[in-house]
């Protein structure tokens, strides 16, 4: 909310110079800087947007983890909201330029990453997500679908999240790579 009022006062400010300007009474100069400040406070907004996004990832992936540690192999499989598949080939991010290739070839918009390696927010959180990307698409669109077959045919881990669970996962997405441990 903090983020949110400061934008809406920029904004109102902006109105208030724009009119002032109009009238001869403040200089264009002032009408800059208060487009400025507009500006800074709508990246900011942005900013927080992008932050709390990436710190619920973390949270489903460090959720996703602790899932993954009582999966004993031959035991049942993960629940049917989360896909898991470690992969028969080493990840490394510089691995992405070859998905990002198959994505925009197969569909004609870049990859929607989210995350891409160690961030700010797993820093924050004590995540090492230095070898894993995040990626904005539903398992199950047609984009998901592809792309999760993609990842199986090359050996790739991953990790997707279908929808929203009680603590595990706050929403759809695909984690590329191993799931992040903890920095210790």
Partial sequence: PFRERELARAT???ARRRELAAQGIVARREVDEAERAVAVAR???AQLHRDIAQTELTIVEARAREQLAHHAPG???VPTDMLVSEGT?????GDTSTIERFFSTRFGRP???????QTPVHDRLGFDHRNAIDVAVH???V???ALLAYLRGHGVPFMAFRSARAGVSTGAHIHIGDPSPRRG
Avoid: I, M, T
Wanted: net charge negative.
């Fill in 143 to 145: 984009e998901g679908q």
């Fill in 111 to 117: 990859l929607p990453v989210s995350a891409f390696g």
């Fill in 12 to 14: 109102e400010n902006l």
């Fill in 75 to 77: 035991s049942p499989p």
């Fill in 139 to 141: 398992p199950d669109s």
């Fill in 43 to 45: 990246e900011n907004v």
């Fill in 89 to 93: 080939h080493a990840w490394s991010l």
